[in-house]
């Protein structure tokens, strides 16, 4: 029965993995919002009541969709910063803005899911959090490792108090970093998913040639803006 049960849980993944495959090439041609599970089950010659053993719901697929992308994104952003020694503070910074460029601009569908415009009718459950804040939880290390190693100049402005409630949940990414420093990495961070938008959706477009180039450049100005030592 062991063995029975494993071949079952061998073609089940296979067969989910076929099915996301598809759903991801559904994001290319239709867009999140013409995803549709009948189209999918077509594609791969299943009448469209199997594919619901799978997953019960459109939204279902889009989940695991939308995980399986702030993962791949995440794990870019892990594997670039973790090859640069861990004393090189803004080499860090910058290989971990050039894993969001680079994975952003590979997979544009993708990065279109979790960073484009909301999916009508969808809300993302909470099991998105855990992936949603890998790259973050890249951030708030290399900055704390900054930080301790007095690799960051603290400002001199203070937070607005109405803002500490927002604060508050980074304070955990980021211990013993003074809130100043905190607001102007978030400053910075969203700076740089603002360039990566602008990428990915076309708005550089005869516009910018060595996006490269401008990006790296960018990125070195948004690293004096938490204060990074150059």
Known sequence: MTASRTARERVRAELTREITDIARRQLATEGA?????RAVAREMGM???????????R??????????????????VERAEAAVPRDDHLGRWLAACRGVREWGVAHPHEYALIYGSPVPGYQAPQETIEARLRDVVVLGRLLTDAWRAGAVRAPEEEAPRRLEPDIAGFRDLMPGVPDPVIWRALSA?????GW???EVFGQFNNTLHDRGGAFEHSMRIA??????AQ
């Open 189 to 193: 961070w969203t700076s740089l998913y």
């Open 33 to 37: 919002g013409g995803l549709s599970l």
């Open 59 to 76: 939204d279902d697929l889009l989940t695991t969709l939308i995980i399986d992308g702030y993962n791949a994104l995440g794990e870019a």
């Open 223 to 228: 690293a004096g803006t938490i204060g990074l």
């Open 196 to 198: 990566v938008n602008f």
């Open 47 to 57: 009448v469209s009541s199997a594919i619901y053993r799978y997953f019960p719901s």
